[in-house]
């Protein structure tokens, strides 16, 4: 089955920096693959996603590259502010009769005000 | 709120007790899953159903867990006999069922503690 690999585990930035997350995936059929943004307590929410036809895509201070090569991808927060402050989790679905996402263990990022 | 609920929010349980959740994805929406979050981890999927039809099952779902989604629309968990090693929150997530993979949508949760 597919295997993600995320890191860092915790990421402190100061506010304004950029910061970067990163993550493998195991399974190269895999074709698509979400970012979720966890508030303490919350529900994860997704926030961008990426599907294997494309290479990079942007929402605004949100962005996410797909090395398919690599089998890695890479969420970039730009001008991060005190609400990016959240546990982010990436995942990737592979398909194959297994229909459910398989998620990294998540990276705990911590805006630094 | 047209998004993805669940009920109970949380759940204490003595072991050894069965638990029922319950969750109402968003309505159009003709996927739903179930997933697993322990405390440092991310998700891990349970289960999903594509209408009534329950598709797919993980490794992760003992014969002690049954869910059901009878008229495809609201689904429910259920864990009979439960043991402390099934703390954890549970995850309901919905998707409108279109192309190879779907947007998954996440309700709130279900906080399971089993004494």
């Known amino acids: 089955g597919e295997n993600v690999e995320q890191h860092p585990s915790t990421l402190s930035v100061q506010e304004g920096d950029s910061a970067v997350i990163k993550c493998t995936y195991s399974?190269?059929?895999?074709?698509?693959f979400p970012w979720y943004k966890q508030e303490l307590g919350k529900r994860p929410q997704l926030i961008i996603d990426?599907?294997?036809?494309?290479g990079e895509k942007k929402d605004q201070r949100i962005a996410v590259t797909l090395n398919k090569t690599a089998k890695h991808f890479s969420l970039h927060i730009t001008e991060t502010q005190p609400e990016d402050s959240a546990v982010y989790f990436c995942a990737a679905y592979s398909g194959g009769g297994a229909d459910g996402l398989t998620f990294g263990k998540g990276t705990h990022l911590i805006i630094q005000p | 709120d047209t998004g993805v609920s669940q009920n109970p929010r949380h759940k204490i349980t003595k072991r050894g007790q069965n638990v029922t959740f319950r969750c109402d994805p968003i309505s159009e929406h003709n996927r739903l899953y179930w997933y697993r979050q322990t405390l440092g981890q991310g998700p891990e999927f349970l289960t999903y159903f594509q209408n009534e039809a329950q598709l797919e099952k993980s490794r992760l779902l003992s014969d002690r867990f049954s869910a059901e989604r009878p008229k495809g629309s609201f689904s429910t968990l259920e864990i009979q006999r439960t043991e402390q090693g099934d703390s954890a929150m549970y995850l309901c997530?919905?998707?409108?069922?279109?192309?190879?993979?779907?947007?998954?949508?996440f309700g709130p949760g279900t906080r399971l503690t089993v004494l």
């Open positions: 399974d190269s059929a895999s074709n698509y």
């Open positions: 990426i599907r294997s036809n494309v």
């Open positions: 997530a919905s998707s409108l069922r279109g192309g190879r993979a779907d947007t998954q949508y």
